[in-house]
């Protein structure tokens, strides 16, 4: 139904940028069937957990919500002719080093329904 594929990841040094781009697809991805896009990560013998999320459809589309960690560091943002969500990471710390997933959640859904393959951003120092 929805499909998610991520880019941009890689080795940066610490204090550099990265872009990632999640882009989507599906039947119903365009329909208004999407509520929330939003961004996780999961480090190495951790759990996974929230980076950043924006309103899809639904609703006001100004919504955005962050990590503590990441606020004032990261942004999320869309191109909507592209079905894409990036995530601008700037000033980046070796603890901002894991796999990053895009996921998206449906309307009604209180949870993130579908999920990309991750990709890798490593931050040396």
């Known amino acids: 139904q929805v499909q998610l594929v991520e880019s941009g990841g890689g080795l940066v040094q610490a204090g550099g940028s990265l872009r990632l781009s999640c882009a989507a697809s599906?039947?119903?991805?365009?329909?208004?069937?999407?509520?929330?896009m939003g961004w996780f990560r999961q480090a190495p013998g951790k759990e996974r957990e929230f980076v950043a999320a924006?309103?899809?459809?639904?609703?006001?589309?100004?919504?955005?919500d962050y990590a503590d960690s990441v606020k004032g560091r990261f942004t999320i943002s869309r191109d909507n002719a592209k079905n894409t969500v990036y995530l601008q990471m700037n000033s980046l710390k070796p603890e901002d080093t894991a796999v990053y997933y895009c996921?998206?959640?449906?309307?009604?859904?209180?949870?993130?329904?579908?999920w990309g393959q991750g990709t890798q951003v490593t931050v040396s120092s």
């Open positions: 599906g039947r119903t991805f365009g329909s208004g069937f999407i509520g929330f």
């Open positions: 924006m309103r899809w459809s639904g609703g006001s589309t100004n919504y955005e």
């Open positions: 996921a998206a959640r449906t309307l009604f859904s209180t949870l993130y329904n579908y």
